[in-house]
């Protein structure tokens, strides 16, 4: 969660159970940081990070988290140079950089970058092609369901086509505060790549509905927002 999830907040939440935590979204190309700028300027929580001192707080915050645990680690990053994402996965203790295709902030997809990337399939498949081709971290790509004019099905495909490790799906329905289940397992059907399941996870049983509709992770953001979980991930029946 930009601006929140830091290694301070990670660790705050390790205790629970989780075998991985992601660091960031963080803005990581020029366009993507002024972009982060004007996010703030209206009162969001942002990480507002130059260019330049990025990758030395990205290692910092890792080697936070790992001098403590050796689970693993994921990088959330907003961006639209396939370099600025290369460059994170190079860091040791970084092993999964994760392109945000999800972000809806208008700030960000007016210039093309997070959930805008999805209406841009030629674009994002070139793109994310030249991440996972010289990625030194597994890569996820993290979407976002229901975008007017996505075919989520196709966009799931091309990112296994292209060879990354996970997808990552905000399985959100609009206005609604559960997720989009059904749309989980249309996926999971067709797809063989590793599905994380986001959205609307707030116990034991909207975690295990999760992974029973064909996610084989889950990922928790709001009900964790206070630096705590309220039950006990190890229960999750993992099909
Ligand atoms: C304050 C806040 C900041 C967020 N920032 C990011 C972000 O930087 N990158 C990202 O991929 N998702 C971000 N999200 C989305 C969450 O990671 C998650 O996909 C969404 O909240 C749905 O999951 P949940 O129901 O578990 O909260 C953010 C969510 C919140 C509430």
């Known amino acids: 969660m930009a601006g929140i999830t830091n290694a301070d907040f990670c660790l705050k939440l390790i205790p629970y159970g989780f075998d991985m935590v992601t660091l960031g979204g963080y803005n990581a190309d020029k366009p993507t940081i002024d972009a982060g700028k004007k996010i703030m300027g209206r009162g969001r929580l942002e990480f507002d990070i130059s260019e330049g001192e990025l990758i ?21 990053i907003r961006s639209l140079t396939p370099d600025s994402i290369i460059e994170i996965s190079k860091l040791k203790k970084v092993d999964v950089v994760e392109i945000n295709a999800h972000c809806r902030q208008k700030e960000i997809t007016s210039i093309g970058c997070g959930q805008a990337l999805l209406t841009n399939p030629d674009f994002m498949e070139e793109f994310a092609l030249q991440v996972v081709k010289k990625s030194k971290s597994k890569v996820s790509v993290k979407i976002r369901t229901h975008v007017a004019g996505v075919d989520e099905l196709k966009m799931v495909q ?28 249309k996926i999971k059907s067709r797809c063989s790549i590793f599905i994380i399941g986001n959205n609307s996870i707030t116990d034991l049983d909207s975690a295990q509905k999760m992974i029973d509709s064909g996610a084989q992770g889950i990922s928790i953001a709001r009900a964790a927002l206070g630096g705590k979980l309220n039950f006990d991930l190890s229960k999750i029946r993992l099909s």
Do not use: C, R
Not at 63 to 76: A, F, P, T, Y
């Open 56 to 76: 030395y707080t990205i290692e910092k915050e890792a080697n936070k988290i790992k001098e403590n645990w050796d689970g693993k680690l994921s990088v959330n």
């Open 158 to 185: 091309i990112i296994e086509d292209i060879g990354a490790d996970f997808i990552h799906v905000d399985a959100m329905k609009p206005g609604l505060k559960e997720a989009d289940l059904d749309l989980i397992k």
